[in-house]
Nanobody
C-alpha cells in the first residue's frame, strides 16, 4: 500500500484547504482511511477517518463541523476538506490506512500504512 498526501499550504485563519491522499497498491475494500496530524512539540492526534466501503465517517471533536472527510472510489483518493481553519490546526497532516474495526479508527498505532505528510500552517 502506498499513500501520497498533498494539498497543504500556508493560509490565514478562516480560510479553507483541501488535502488529498492518493492510495495505490491494492483494493481498499474493508479498509479504513484516516487523517492524523502532529503539531510542533505535540503528539500525533486523530483528525478524521472514513470506511472505504460504506462511507462511515469519524471526527475528532476539535474538527467536527469544520472538516469533512470523503473519498473517491474511482480515483482511489481520500480527501479532507478543511474550512474555518484556526491557528491551532497548524500541523503536519498524515493519511493512513488499514483494516480496522470501528472502535480502533482513532488510534494511530493501529494503522500500518502511512503517507509522507503535508504541512498546513494557519496564520492568525
Amino acid at each position: 500500500v502506498q499513500l501520497q498526501a498533498c494539498g497543504g499550504g500556508l493560509v490565514q485563519a478562516g480560510d479553507s484547504l483541501r488535502l488529498a491522499c492518493a492510495a495505490s497498491g491494492r483494493t481498499f475494500t474493508n479498509y479504513v482511511m484516516g487523517w492524523f496530524r502532529q503539531a510542533p512539540g505535540k503528539e500525533r492526534e486523530f483528525v478524521s477517518a472514513i470506511r472505504w466501503s460504506g462511507g462511515s465517517t469519524y471526527y475528532a471533536d476539535s474538527v467536527k463541523g469544520r472538516f469533512t472527510i470523503s473519498r473517491d472510489n474511482a480515483k482511489n483518493t481520500l480527501y479532507l476538506q478543511m474550512n474555518s481553519l484556526k491557528p491551532e490546526d497548524t500541523a503536519v497532516y498524515y493519511c493512513a490506512a488499514d483494516r480496522l474495526y470501528s472502535g480502533r479508527v482513532y488510534y494511530g498505532n493501529e494503522y500500518n500504512y502511512w503517507g509522507q505528510g503535508t504541512h498546513v500552517t494557519v496564520s492568525s
